[in-house]
């Protein structure tokens, strides 16, 4: 059986500086009280390690304010502006881990909406990192997911400014359908794409090597946005596409008849996993 892997497959840079700041917060504070303010990513694997050297997860805000010591991690998803100003104004020492590429989105979308723009993130309004975006907003903001959505958008004042930004993670196909939808609508429109080139680049990598496989695996935690939105590809690419987060979600059976098989791994996905899946294919077919 010839295996192909995605060269992009598994954490991507935020992801990785994101963990790794754990890490070093471990080593440096031992014995120390840190937290993370959500899971520092969405992969059951690396919350299970986390916990077991003593990193506790605070997953409200009614944590977050019950705390009165101790290390607070902010996660690569980012928070809303009031969470830092919460635990300044505590006097609680916090990291922050936000991944560049969204700290970038966060300072345009203060800047724009402070300058009176009405904001629209193009994005999952469940996501943290749509949470943490819309957080750092001075004025008005919508979220819009999909076509109806964007359809359905509308503002009485037809000069005024909009300034659109995506979530990172975001389709970038259905972020052009989406801007383009927006746009007919005559307003004095910004678009900055955001989404991260990574993760572009991962989702056209993936579509490509599921094209020609005749089985795609796509691994990932369930949780994960990125690789909800990788398994979404490679399904329309290749018809037996199948989603797992560890090897022991692996159906064998499922592979018996192919030849070719695509492996991808979403942002969240550690090597040791996409590795393991990968050796197993190839020695046992």
């Not at 986390?50 to 944590?63: A, R």
């Given at each position: 059986?010839?295996v192909e892997?995605?060269k992009?497959?598994?954490?991507?840079?935020?992801?990785?500086?994101?963990?790794?700041?754990?890490?070093?917060?471990i080593?440096?504070?031992?014995?120390?009280?840190i937290?993370?303010?959500?899971?520092?990513?969405h992969?059951?694997?690396?919350?299970?390690d986390?916990?077991?050297?003593?990193?506790?997860?605070?997953?409200?805000?009614?944590?977050l304010e019950g705390?009165?010591?101790?290390?607070?991690?902010?996660?690569?998803h980012?928070?809303?502006?009031?969470?830092?100003s919460?635990?300044?104004?505590?006097?609680?020492?916090y990291?922050?881990?936000?991944?560049?590429?969204?700290?970038?989105?966060?300072?345009?979308?203060?800047?724009?909406?402070?300058?009176g723009?009405?904001?629209?993130?193009?994005?999952?309004?469940?996501?943290?990192?749509?949470t943490?975006i819309?957080?750092?907003?001075?004025?008005?903001?919508?979220?819009?997911?999909?076509?109806?959505?964007?359809?359905?958008?509308?503002?009485?004042?037809?000069?005024q400014?909009?300034?659109?930004?995506?979530?990172?993670?975001?389709?970038?196909?259905?972020?052009?359908?989406?801007?383009?939808?927006?746009?007919?609508?005559?307003?004095?429109?910004?678009?900055?794409?955001?989404?991260?080139?990574?993760?572009?680049?991962?989702?056209?990598?993936?579509?490509?090597?599921?094209s020609?496989?005749?089985?795609?695996?796509?691994i990932?935690?369930?949780?994960?946005?990125n690789?909800?939105?990788?398994?979404?590809?490679?399904?329309?690419?290749?018809?037996?596409?199948?989603?797992?987060?560890?090897?022991?979600?692996?159906?064998?059976?499922?592979?018996?008849?192919?030849?070719?098989?695509?492996?991808?791994?979403?942002?969240?996905?550690?090597?040791?996993?996409?590795e393991?899946?990968?050796?197993?294919?190839?020695?046992?077919?």
């Open positions: 059986m010839e892997l995605a992009t497959a598994g954490f991507c840079f935020g992801v990785k500086r994101a963990v790794e700041t754990v890490y070093q917060e080593k440096k504070n031992e014995g120390a009280r937290y993370t303010y959500g899971p520092i990513i992969n059951d694997e690396v919350i299970r986390l916990k077991q050297q003593g990193v506790e997860v605070l997953n409200t805000l009614e944590e705390l009165t010591e101790g290390t607070v991690v902010i996660r690569s980012g928070v809303p502006e009031s969470v830092c919460l635990l300044e104004n505590k006097g609680i020492r990291v922050d881990a936000t991944c560049p590429f969204v700290k970038k989105i966060h300072q345009i979308v203060r800047k724009e909406s402070s300058k723009a009405h904001v629209v993130i193009i994005g999952n309004g469940s996501h943290p990192e749509v943490g819309r957080g750092w907003a001075v004025g008005p903001v919508d979220i819009i997911q999909n076509a109806r959505e964007a359809e359905d958008f509308f503002l009485e004042n037809k000069g400014k909009v300034c659109v930004v995506s979530q990172t993670t975001f389709n970038y196909n259905k972020f052009q359908e989406l801007v383009e939808i927006i746009t007919k609508k005559g307003y004095d429109i910004i678009v900055l794409n955001t989404i991260c080139n990574a993760t572009k680049e991962r989702q056209e990598e993936a579509s490509g090597i599921a020609r496989v005749d089985a795609m695996i796509v990932g935690d369930k949780k994960s946005s690789t909800q939105k990788l398994f979404e590809i490679c399904s329309n690419a290749c018809e037996n596409t199948y989603y797992i987060q560890t090897l022991g979600d692996l159906n064998v059976n499922q592979l018996r008849s192919v030849e070719t098989v695509g492996i991808t791994a979403g942002a969240s996905t550690p090597n040791k996993i996409i393991e899946v990968q050796n197993y294919v190839r020695i046992n077919f």
